[in-house]
């Protein structure tokens, strides 16, 4: 579904990503873990076409990139941790605008927001202003605008920043049900608990490199960790060892 091999990004002097190599195949919820700054952003970013790169090759659906940017966009959404949507219109008029710009009629407009508005839970609120709606409210309206193009990726870049603990496990548990539809989700935290709770496989990465990738439960067995965040502390602490920041 997805292959990186040997990505180098740079911000002048600065290396965001250090020879990248990662593997995301069909159906998965994969996590991209790391701290702030730890190049997360930048590489879903990239995939997303939103950046640039200096360096390696990118497929997606088996099609390069940097050539078939506009197929690869058609056939995924990024939902992003700022909120994309107006609040003085109503969930539904947001979900009609956004649909509109992609050009998004007919059968399949009907279909789409069917399944945006079940799968998120908005039919109570659809005449609602997105200005009154509750915070977790506002991410699932973000989540279901994503949805109107019925992608076969969804790229989460922090999706719970801000949100109360129910509203973060209602947005947990929506996009756990997207393996039922069988979409590809990668989702990216600093919060342990969350990718514990809901990707079948990890990446760590820290200063732009992936320091340990594969699956969950495999990684924690072979490392002999009781729990990611016990794995994700010693990998990146020894990590910096002989380091100079």
Not at 26 to 52: D, Q
Not at 142 to 159: K, Q, S
């Amino acid at each position: 579904m997805i292959t990186i091999q040997n990505l180098v990004k740079r911000y002048d002097d600065l290396l965001a990503l250090d020879h990248i190599d990662l593997s995301i195949g069909k159906g998965v919820i994969f996590g991209l873990l790391g701290p702030n700054g730890a190049g997360k952003t930048t590489l879903v970013s990239i995939l997303n076409g939103l950046t640039n790169f200096q360096e390696g090759e990118i497929k997606v659906f088996g099609l390069p990139l940097t050539k078939e940017l506009a197929a690869i966009r058609k056939r995924c959404a990024f939902i992003p941790q700022a909120l994309a949507l107006y609040e003085n219109l109503s969930v539904i008029e947001n979900l009609r605008f956004f649909a509109g710009i992609q050009k998004i009629t007919g059968a399949d407009l009907r279909h789409n927001l069917d399944y945006a508005i079940s799968v998120n839970r908005l039919q109570p609120m659809l005449k609602q202003k997105a200005g009154t709606l509750s915070g977790g409210q506002k991410r699932r309206l973000n989540i279901a605008i994503g949805l109107l193009n019925n992608p076969e990726i969804l790229y989460f870049d922090e999706p719970t920043v801000g949100i109360d603990p129910d509203g973060r496990n209602e947005i947990l548990e929506t996009i756990r049900n997207f393996k039922n539809d069988a979409k590809t989700v990668i989702y990216t935290s600093h919060y342990m608990p969350e990718i514990e709770k809901l990707c079948d496989e990890v990446a760590i990465i820290d200063r732009g490199r992936i320091i340990r990738q594969g699956l969950l439960e495999t990684m924690l067995q072979e490392e002999k960790d009781t729990n990611l965040e016990s794995l994700f502390i010693r990998l990146t602490s020894s990590s910096h060892e002989g380091s100079y920041v």
